[in-house]
């Protein structure tokens, strides 16, 4: 393994904002990433973090990151949420998801949750067929809900 895994540090954020922008890319979306370095080092390193993440690092470099935050299932209780694994477009296939993927199942398991989440988007064939090496159940059934800072500002407006 010519790469490290380990816990993400402040001063990785601008090579995890940059991964970000490139997965932003490949969804093609990338005018829809509106994070920033101060929002990130604020939520993930501030009074109160709500983020967590691992690194894969090569000779200084960050080539895959693994985000994930806590939520609460009523049904099943305290739950890890893998919000996105990312490995570089050039270092894809070198097994890097892999080790990040089992880093934050462990680190669910450190936390004593009751399982680990995650989304995929259906036309993704690779990340889908990465899930499926884990025998990982995929929910057909349920439907994605958004809202976003503008429509709930709206909602607040005409309620007031």
């Known amino acids: 393994m010519d790469f490290t895994i380990r816990e993400g540090k402040k001063q ?16 093609k979306a990338p005018h829809e990433v509106e994070n920033t370095e101060e929002k990130m080092l604020e939520d993930g390193f501030g009074k109160s973090p709500i983020f967590g993440f691992f690194v894969s690092e090569m000779n200084g470099v960050i080539n895959g990151i693994s985000v994930y935050y806590y939520r609460y299932s009523t049904w099943k209780g305290k739950r890890l949420y893998l919000e996105d694994i990312v490995v570089t477009e050039s270092m894809r296939g070198k097994k890097i998801g892999k080790y990040l993927f089992e880093a934050t199942i462990k680190k669910a398991l450190e936390e004593n949750c009751n399982g680990m989440t995650w989304q995929v988007l259906d036309w993704n064939e690779p990340a889908l067929n990465f899930y499926k090496k884990y025998a ?7 439907y994605n809900g958004s809202l976003t800072k503008t429509q709930m500002q709206a909602i607040a407006q005409i309620n007031a």
Not at 12 to 27: H, M, R, T
């Open 12 to 27: 990785d954020i601008p090579q995890v904002l940059g991964l970000i922008k490139e997965l932003a890319e490949y969804e």
């Open 136 to 142: 990982a159940t995929m929910d057909p059934g349920w």
